[in-house]
């Protein structure tokens, strides 16, 4: 069985002094669900107040990026080994970084291995573009992000991994894929994971993302092939963010 898991992506949102109080709030409304695993991805700066402040709760925490590099010139970036043994996730291969900074699947794949490496599982983010879906190529292009992405991942490793299926045009925008085109692409996700991984892949979990709120999650998250999501502007608010770790949470006992 897959433990669903429901990570807040915060992106570029909250001071340091914000970030506690929104993880203090959310702390105060998940930390009795146990069935449901919660991580919390604040920007890099408020990573240490966001660790003390879910230090004694079962919450794990993620950052939102990261450079392959162990350390050096590399002005602005954070390396695996700053964050070894600090956090427990990593978001990998956002459509914000491929779109506004150029990350190329090459660089992503090394980003994944070197997650990896350092013991931090690596949450892959794949998903096609409006114009992608528009042409029909929705599949050919998530396995190639898969294909890419994983190069040189051994079926061990990938136990370790979270996929993050995140269609591009409903990230932000108000406008989630439909719970039925969420589950197929999920499935045909599992199906390509399983081609290459075998068995391995019943226990990868695969998340839904983009514009999830807590009145379309329930719906989202009772999709055999959906184990989670990872939330972006619902997660900034903590009532909204509880409310989808309870969605979760339901899904489990259901
Ligand atoms: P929204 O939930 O704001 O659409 O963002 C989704 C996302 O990009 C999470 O990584």
């Keep these: 069985m897959r433990q669903p898991f429901i990570a807040g992506n915060w992106k570029m949102n909250k001071t340091v002094q914000e970030a506690r109080e929104l ?5 105060a409304g998940v930390q009795a669900l146990h069935d449901v695993e919660v991580a919390l991805c604040p920007p890099f700066v408020a990573l240490t107040a966001v660790k003390a402040v879910i230090a004694d709760t079962p919450l794990k925490l993620g950052a939102q990026n990261m450079h392959d ?17 600090w956090v427990d996730y990593v978001i990998v291969g956002h459509s914000e970084r491929r779109q506004h900074f150029g990350e190329s699947d090459a660089f992503i ?7 990896l490496r350092h013991s931090l599982r690596p949450i892959l983010c794949i998903g096609e573009t409006l114009e992608q879906n528009d042409r029909g190529e929705t599949e050919a292009v998530l396995a190639q ?30 406008r989630p894929a439909t719970p039925a085109d969420a589950q197929q692409r999920c499935a045909f996700i599992r199906q390509e994971l399983c081609a290459r991984f075998g068995d391995v892949a019943d226990a990868i979990r695969i998340l839904y993302g983009g514009s999830v709120t807590p009145s379309n999650a329930p719906e989202l998250l009772r ?32």
Excluded: C
Aim: proline fraction near 3%; charged fraction near 20%; avoid cysteine.
């Design 69 to 85: 590099q162990e350390k050096g010139a590399f002005t602005g970036e954070i390396s695996p080994i700053m964050l070894a043994g």
């Design 109 to 115: 794949n090394r980003k994944v291995r070197a997650a």
């Design 23 to 27: 993880a203090e709030a959310i702390v």
């Design 145 to 174: 992000q898969l294909r890419l992405g994983l190069d040189g991942v051994s079926s061990t490793e990938a136990a370790h991994l979270v996929i993050a299926y995140e269609p591009v045009w409903a990230i932000g925008t108000g």
């Design 223 to 254: 999709q055999p092939d959906i184990d989670g999501a990872l939330v972006g502007g619902a997660s900034l608010v903590a009532q909204d963010f509880i409310a989808i770790v309870r969605a979760a949470s339901q899904k489990q006992t259901a």
